[in-house]
């Protein structure tokens, strides 16, 4: 998946995945390395509609307008955007990577229960929620993403594998 018409050096890198995959942390490390961040969770990117089939009854999809705009404006440098939607695939043409951070069922809801900083999943339904995304969305996210890093190990080999495959991107699409 490369991006077309992008300037030389220029890379767009989302990370995706499940509740508790380490999406946010993955951004905060990349962050304090000096890396141009977004959490497509905020900020106005994300919006919640009724689904009334979901577990929670509600699911949080991308505004499409706003997430292109963002990553169109973005100028030289690796941008690396983390977040998780089911319209998400709408975007992929201007991406040059998606990576799909992973891990065990047992570690991600022991990192959601244990998280201070995002009440999601805290609830029976929120769970439920997981569970069932574990199941039906993780799958789908394995296809569509260029990459795929296991997140249940120090967060540092985490961020650190991230910067390799954007700085991969970059030589292959200055190459």
Known sequence: MTAPDRPAGRAVVLLTGMSGAGKTAALRGLAARGHAVADLDYDGHSVLVRAPGQPVGWEQVWDLVRVRARIDAHGAGVLFLAGTAPNQSEVYDRLDAVVLLTAPREVLLARVAARTDNPYGKDAAGRAQIEH??????PLLRR???H???SDRPLADVVTDVERIAA????AADG
Request: proline share 0%; net charge negative.
């Open 133 to 138: 995304d574990i199941d039906a969305v993780e």
């Open 148 to 150: 795929v890093v296991s």
């Open 144 to 146: 569509g993403a260029t």
């Open 168 to 171: 991969g991107v970059v030589s």
